[in-house]
């Protein structure tokens, strides 16, 4: 049974940084990367960044790209994404999820998902 939990949100002011944290539990022997999502009541599911199973290679949405940062240690079964210079519009729930495709951008391809963490960035 494949099971993802993050952690390590909160409220932090504009221009802060915050890290996320996802523990892993996956099936031995099927390689998977992990996705960051978030949502807001406004706005559907949106692609943050991506891992590949080895950590050699990351993939990030438009609005994470030359900010947030995406490593995953498997020995450790954990997944990090590193948020800085964060802003107002990053407030959301944040999602890791698993799939076995290479680097999907596409919630639907996440066949499973933890049940997210609140970040909220507010003077």
């Known amino acids: 049974q494949v099971q993802l939990a993050e952690s ?7 221009g802060a940084s915050l890290r996320l944290s996802c523990a892993t539990s996956l099936r031995p022997g099927v390689r998977y990367t992990i996705g960051w999502f978030r949502q807001t009541a406004e706005k559907e599911r949106e692609f943050v960044a991506a891992v590949s199973w080895s950590g050699q290679t990351s993939l990030y949405g438009d609005s994470a790209e030359g900010r947030f940062n995406v490593a995953r240690d498997n020995d450790k079964n954990m997944v990090w994404l590193q948020m800085n210079s964060l802003k107002s519009d990053d407030t959301a729930l944040y999602l890791c999820a ?4 290479h680097l999907p951008r596409v919630a639907e391809v996440y066949a499973y998902w933890g049940q997210g963490i609140q970040v909220t960035v507010s003077a």
């Not at 698993?98 to 495709?101: D, I, N, R």
């Open 98 to 101: 698993a799939s076995t495709a």
């Open 8 to 14: 390590g949100g909160g409220v932090v002011q504009p």
